[in-house]
């Protein structure tokens, strides 16, 4: 080990080395379709039309903007969302690749609640604090005095395919499908009985593209072109 130490240092005639292949990188936010509704039971739809791009689907997240209301439209008072609250929303997510399903996860917030108090360490735990993730004891809120809430989830979170599969996807209509859940109870925790409406105002799909160098791009559409099989190895 020291030798293979000393070699380096001694190297000195060694040039510098500029990667270039990744010429830029940007996060576009994709909405769903205009007619889609945030109800429940509603199944909502964000796709990815362009075909020509090269997506990271694995740093992709979910933005997600609502308010917990009273029946009567002011903010609840004795109602508050639970850890992992958003998540609890919907029934169902699935991830599309060219109309052909990859990964879907159902009982979305069990299944990401479950596996977060698993894997996720205390410092890990602290960073998700902005997809929802409250702390064990609860001390803080998800919602301002207005009952407004501002979460984005890492699609990691959610799908083994964006936790497992880290490379970019290229030429391809990806679609990303939510069935919000028939009722919002698992979401809230009341000490007495308050009637209340969840209303999501906003949900949009941040999906980092991917801008390569032109010579990594001809290659990389050289590749494909070849209509060489790629596998995509993930845990589900």
Known sequence: MLRTIDEKILSIQTS????????????????????????????IRITVQHQDLCVLPSKSSLHISGKLLKSDGTAAAITTLVNNAICHLFEDVRYELN?????????VGLTSLLKGFASLNPGQ?????????????????????????????????????AEDYRKIVVNA????????????????????????????????????YVKLS???KIA?????????????????
Not at 184 to 199: C, K, T, W, Y
């Open 220 to 236: 990389l559409l050289n590749f494909i072109e070849k209509d060489v099989p790629v596998s995509m190895s993930f845990r589900s």
């Open 173 to 208: 209509k990806h679609e990303l499908i939510l069935t919000r859940s028939k009722s919002d109870l698992n979401a809230i925790v009341q000490n007495q009985d308050e009637d209340f409406r969840i209303v999501i105002d906003q949900m949009e799909w941040l999906v980092p």
């Open 99 to 107: 109309a052909v399903e990859i990964d879907k996860c159902k009982n």
């Open 16 to 43: 510098v080395v500029f990667d270039e292949s990744i010429a830029h990188q940007e996060i576009h936010a994709h909405k769903p379709y205009a007619s889609s509704t945030f109800n429940n039971s509603d199944e």
């Open 125 to 161: 735990s602290w960073l998700m604090e902005n997809a929802g993730w409250l702390d064990v004891q609860e001390t803080k809120k998800l919602t301002d005095a207005d009952g407004n809430f501002d979460v984005v989830i890492p699609l990691s979170m959610i799908l083994g395919f």
């Open 214 to 216: 032109d010579q990594r």
